[in-house]
């Protein structure tokens, strides 16, 4: 079928025109509005719908607003325990199926809606989805409830493409990294502790497809004391606001933690081993990240305080696409940086890499993995672009508009047949929003080297304390359903004048279920 595209050309009068001869028109200066609009008639479900439809037209604007005009409309209604969904061009009927609901429960009714959404968009843009209907980040933790619940690896594989129409290879890779997580996790008394995440804010610059609480330290440096006397105040009241759990593991993020120099940092990771009981802690990272964020005598301040895995992120060892995202360092500072790491000590070194990043190919990502494969870190994580509304990549994107990486799918192929011969294990798997091709970000590990944080707060699988600007706290009740969030402010001066407002919100969901959750 093709698909009619109303555009705008200034020396023209309106006129439709066929979405194969987009790029075409894109190079001679049309201007063309695209948009799909959902009309929802006695059912809910908005963000699913949206969610999907977005994943067929990741390059169309989706709306629920009925006063803009629309060439394309898709139409979802229920009556009578019926579904009907109807997609129509132009006021033109397009194409329309229903399916019966014989099921009262909300999920099971929402899993026959996505499964007839998916069959409709996908018979009109003749795709398919590798995830299938799958449009949350966390495509695991569904086939980790079946299997804590005794179900067979063949029946959760059986579910994962009748319930949610996933593809054979990313049902395997499901399978693969929920087994490693099951194993590592019965390993660790997780129900009966928490965890502790703290937030550094600050970096060298900001790059250009980030879209965190981050605040460049040229600009900032002058709030970078205050900011940890109030984060200390916070530290304070961490300390005993679980006290009949364990703590498991600490994380540093950002951000980027080594912004901060060797004193404060130093500072900063004494206040927590004397704050926190560490007997039972079995990872102890901090993220950092930034090569030119790093010295060696921060890499000697975090092996002597206990900092037991670290990560330095290249995100690609090409030069020209590190300027092109704002990375103010070289990819010679990489390998330095790395090789004095290995000098003092630390002996579980993740490393970052993003694909689809603007410009590369993928010789350009086989260049990368074959760098990196020259230094061996002990875990990589494969991180797939995602663009987020924040980010400058989305604000200025007219600015990169031929720039966009080309086959990101093939990218991940690279990928992943590079970790299987380096014998790097997929260990834990999440998804975003306006992510490259509708793909996944996985992190691999060397036996024995897998990041449990990662593990942990994916799965939502125990409390997160979540300390610092932008950190939110993740409350998970004993059951393992019920999860209850608390948000720290993003803006680090606001940050440090509310502290105390982060505190109350923390100790108002561990006060009102004091028998559940401390």
């Given at each position: 079928m093709q698909i009619g595209v109303k555009c705008e050309r200034r020396a023209l009068s309106h006129k439709y025109l066929y979405a194969h001869r987009l790029s075409s028109l894109v190079q001679i200066g049309v201007k063309c509005e695209i948009m799909i609009q959902i009309k929802l008639i006695n059912i809910d479900f908005e963000y699913d719908i949206q969610s999907l439809t977005k994943a067929f037209f990741p390059k169309e604007d989706i709306t629920f607003d009925d006063q803009k005009e629309a060439e394309r409309v898709l139409a979802v209604s229920?009556?009578?325990?019926?579904?009907?969904?109807?997609?129509?061009?132009?006021?033109?009927?397009?194409?329309?199926?229903?399916?019966?609901?014989?099921?009262?429960?909300?999920?099971?009714?929402?899993n026959v809606l996505k499964r007839l959404l998916y069959s409709v968009l996908s018979e009109v843009t003749k795709q398919t989805l590798q995830w299938g209907t799958l449009t949350g980040i966390r495509p695991t933790k569904l086939a980790m409830e079946k299997l804590e619940q005794g179900e067979t690896l063949d029946k959760i594989e059986s579910f994962m493409y009748d319930q949610y129409l996933?593809?054979?290879?990313?049902?395997?890779?499901?399978?693969?990294?929920?087994?490693?997580?099951?194993?590592?996790?019965?390993?660790?008394?997780?129900?009966?502790?928490?965890?502790?995440?703290?937030?550094?804010?600050?970096?060298?610059?900001?790059?250009?497809y980030c879209s965190f609480a981050s605040y460049s330290l040229e600009r900032f440096s002058h709030l970078v004391d205050d900011y940890i006397d109030a984060l200390f105040k916070e530290i304070?009241?961490?300390?005993?606001?679980?006290?009949?759990?364990?703590?498991?593991?600490?994380?540093?993020?950002?951000?980027?933690?080594?912004?901060?120099?060797?004193?404060?940092?130093?500072?900063?990771?004494?206040?927590?081993?004397?704050?926190?009981?560490?007997?039972?802690?079995?990872?102890?990272?901090?993220?950092?990240?930034?090569?030119d964020s790093i010295t060696r005598d921060k890499l000697r301040i975090l092996k002597e305080q206990g900092v037991t895995r670290i990560s330095i992120n290249p995100q690609t060892m090409k030069q020209e696409t590190l300027d092109l995202i704002g990375r103010k360092h070289t990819v010679d500072q990489i390998r330095e940086t790395f090789a004095i790491a290995r000098e003092e000590g630390h002996d579980n070194i993740n490393m970052d890499i993003i694909i689809g990043l603007p410009g590369e190919s993928k010789e350009d990502v086989e260049n990368t993995l074959l760098e990196i494969d020259k230094l061996s870190p002990d875990s990589l994580t494969v991180h797939t672009l995602a663009i987020k509304r924040a980010a400058n990549l989305n604000i200025y994107k007219d600015q990169y508009s031929g720039l966009e990486a080309k086959d990101v799918s093939g990218m991940l192929d690279v990928c992943f047949e590079y970790t299987k011969k380096a014998d790097y294990k997929p260990y834990y798997l999440y998804r975003q929003k306006n992510m490259a091709e509708n793909l996944e970000n996985i992190g691999y590990a060397r036996e024995g080297k897998e990041g449990i944080y990662n593990i942990l707060i994916m799965e939502e699988k125990q409390t997160i304390l979540a300390l610092g600007a932008g950190a939110a706290s993740k409350f998970v009740f004993p059951d393992g359903y019920r999860i209850e969030r608390a948000e720290n402010v993003k803006s680090v001066t606001d940050y440090i004048a509310r502290v105390d407002e982060m505190i109350e919100r923390k100790e108002k969901v561990l006060s009102e279920n004091a028998k559940l959750l401390r």
């Open positions: 229920y009556d009578k325990n019926q579904i009907g969904i109807s997609f129509s061009e132009n006021g033109i009927p397009i194409l329309s199926k229903s399916d019966t609901v014989l099921d009262d429960e909300r999920r099971n009714q929402k996933c593809s054979k290879e990313k049902t395997e890779l499901c399978m693969d990294i929920v087994t490693r997580e099951h194993r590592i996790l019965e390993e660790i008394d997780y129900k009966n502790g928490y965890s502790i995440y703290i937030g550094i804010p600050f970096c060298p610059s900001t790059c250009l304070e009241y961490a300390k005993n606001a679980c006290p009949n759990k364990r703590l498991t593991t600490v994380y540093l993020g950002g951000g980027t933690p080594t912004t901060l120099n060797e004193e404060q940092l130093e500072r900063l990771l004494i206040k927590i081993r004397e704050e926190f009981d560490f007997t039972h802690v079995k990872e102890f990272t901090v993220e950092a990240g930034r090569p």
